[in-house]
């Protein structure tokens, strides 16, 4: 009897390993993704289900970086994302992942206006709908536009293809919500907690509240400026975030993979 039940909490922990690095695949948000060694790849090979990169609209063409002083010309949203997302399309023959049906989301931040920035992104993008379109390939990449968007009364100008980051705290349409995948939110409006030891039962109180409201509506959740720590990460698996917000993506995925 001992044996039989040696074997079960072995059993138990192992599938209890094996789900948490598959959920630490499938729930990787890969937040300022460009600062990465290997921008785009690292995520991409590490099965994260988003990636978000900032992007500036500068005389006709759109730069990657964080602040205005980084921009370089060599540091393109063709030449480090798009170029790249469209190799592995053709090598997957239509998939982001070879042995895996998911799909991922580029988050894109636009850091100028959205005119001219959204027209040029839709530009680089339009010529490829079996990479970024899922009307044409369900495995297509989510595009999603966040940053300074355009209001939502303006989403039936871009094509379909195109989606954007919802905020709770705005008004939509029914036309509207269906152009809208994601919510993000601050997670300052919701908590102070520095990331180590426990979190406040009140603050995951009102976590708890915030994700059901979301995923109610069948959309997914992330939350930015979180404290980039493996226990937020843990309380955020708990509490069945979609998406969770992290610079550091080899950590992540090593974390859970070991637990």
Not at 203 to 210: H, P
């Amino acid at each position: 009897m001992m044996i039989k039940h040696f074997f079960l909490f072995c059993f138990f922990f192992s599938f209890t390993g094996s789900l948490h690095a598959q959920q630490g695949r499938f729930t990787g948000h890969s937040h300022n993704d460009y600062y990465q060694e290997r921008p785009f790849h690292l995520a991409h090979e590490n099965y994260f289900a988003s990636i978000e990169v900032d992007i500036w609209a500068i005389d006709g063409e759109l730069f990657v970086a964080h602040d205005r002083e980084e921009v370089t010309k060599e540091k393109t949203l063709k030449t480090l994302y798009i170029d790249p997302i469209l190799k592995v399309y053709q090598e997957n023959k239509g998939k982001a992942w070879k042995d895996y049906n998911n799909t991922f989301m580029l988050l894109v931040d636009l850091k100028t206006s959205y005119d001219p920035a959204l027209d040029l992104l839709v530009e680089q993008l339009k010529n490829y709908p079996e990479v970024f379109n899922p009307s044409v390939n369900p495995f297509a990449v989510r595009i999603v536009v966040s940053g300074n968007a355009p209001d939502p009364k303006l989403y039936y100008r871009y094509p379909s293809f195109i989606f954007f980051d919802g905020r709770i705290e705005k008004s939509y349409t029914v036309g509207q919500l269906q152009r809208v995948p994601l919510f993000s939110n601050s997670f300052r409006d919701y908590s102070q907690w520095d990331g180590n030891g426990t979190m406040p039962q009140e603050d995951r109180r009102l976590l708890v509240k915030y994700v059901k409201q979301v995923q109610n509506i069948d959309k997914k959740v992330r939350f930015w400026a979180i404290p980039d720590t493996p226990k937020v990460w843990e309380q955020f698996m708990e509490l069945n975030v979609d998406l969770i917000n992290t610079d550091k993506p080899s950590e992540y995925l090593k974390h859970f993979s070991k637990n």
